[in-house]
């Protein structure tokens, strides 16, 4: 990465040592092996409620089947912390979606129905939602090498058993426009691929705008479901676009984990777009936690602090940011709704765990 310019603009920072509601991080996972004594005390530092682990089959006790990318000593949380602190973590599952391996599913052999069962027996041990990963629409694919449409008919049941349920389906679709794109200096993205090569998507199967909409009809196909579409629905650069998602279909809402940095360096259209839907917004922020990277995001949404820092996509030590961002200053009505009050509306299960 090239050296920049030191910047010579000098203004005061307004960091929150607490977030002025409590928050309830509705999009997150288990990065590191952090204890869970120290997880806790970090969210009491900040003002955080309740951490969900939206990755792997992860009903308390958590025990992420088949999640090996950043597996973690989970034994702390099953020796008794969770069960001392009551309602402080929850989890979703992914059901038979959790395959890190071997992304064949066998759609005409009986995938659905094993899923569906699966998430049966993981709603009845506690799970509050779906997380679906892009796996689906860029890797999973059938026995014949054919990749599965996000709104293959077949996966349909699934779905409609969520809606049954009462839980949400947390779906990933597809992943920055940049993702998608040649890797050269045309792309804003080059520094953040270069470091992970891996999350490069340039001349896959479906382009990003057919993946968005084969998410699009399929959650229209299911207007019984609530279906949350992660980090802006995967299209925080296009916020006009976004919006026309949410004016259509009132079964989906949006967090924006990972995506401060789209969306503070658009603050006007970010702050006018917050307001509008404030009641379909969830906080999280798909990142290892720490004191401040909460900060940070406390910063965003209450300050009105200009050209700053934020974490890059995996917290303070990874230093992959392309701009600098602004604060939002949401009122407060807006900020309660966000932190939390949406979170408990969107996921009812979270109700039953709080005290």
């Known amino acids: 990465m090239k050296n920049e310019p030191g910047v010579l603009l000098r203004q005061p920072a307004h960091v929150p040592v607490k977030a002025r509601f ?78 890190w391996d071997d992304f064949t599913l066998d759609l005409d052999g009986g ?33 014949d090498g054919k990749m599965i449409a996000v709104n293959d008919q077949r996966l349909s049941p699934i779905w409609k058993r969520a809606g049954e349920l009462g839980i949400p389906v947390l779906i990933h679709t597809s992943d920055p426009v ?68 949410l004016d259509t279909h009132p079964n989906v809402c949006i967090d924006f984990s990972a995506r401060m940095d789209e969306l503070g360096r658009q603050p006007y259209a970010a702050r006018d777009f917050f307001l509008r839907f404030q009641d379909r917004v969830l906080f999280g922020t798909d990142m290892p936690i720490s004191t401040g990277m909460y900060r940070a995001y406390f910063r965003f949404l209450e300050s009105r602090d200009e050209y700053f820092d934020y974490p890059g996509y995996l917290g303070e030590s990874d230093n992959v940011t392309r701009w600098k961002i602004y604060g939002l200053h949401l009122p407060d009505v807006a900020l309660e709704k966000i932190y939390s009050l949406n979170a408990l509306r969107i996921i009812p299960g979270l109700k039953g765990i709080l005290i």
């Open 178 to 245: 940049g993702f998608f794109l040649p890797l050269d200096e045309n792309n804003e993205h080059l520094s953040t691929l270069r470091t992970y090569p891996g999350w490069s998507f340039h001349g896959s199967h479906f382009s990003k705008a057919e993946l968005l909409e084969q998410r699009t009809r399929m959650m229209a196909d299911h207007s019984g479901t609530t279906f949350i579409c992660p980090h802006v629905a995967n299209n925080p650069e296009d916020l006009e676009w976004v919006s026309s998602l």
């Open 22 to 99: 409590p928050v309830i991080d509705a999009h997150n996972h288990l990065f590191a092996d952090m204890p869970a004594k120290e997880m806790t005390a970090i969210m009491d530092a900040v003002g955080v409620q309740t951490f969900v682990n939206v990755t792997g089959n992860c009903a308390l006790p958590f025990d992420e089947k088949g999640y090996t990318i950043r597996r973690r000593d989970l034994a702390e949380f099953e020796r008794g912390w969770v069960k001392r602190q009551p309602g402080r973590f929850a989890a979703f599952t992914m059901s038979e979606f959790a395959q």
């Open 111 to 143: 995938f659905s129905d094993k899923c569906v069962a699966t998430l049966d027996a993981e709603v009845k041990r506690g799970a509050l939602g779906l997380k679906v990963t892009k796996e689906l629409g860029l890797r999973f694919h059938t026995a």
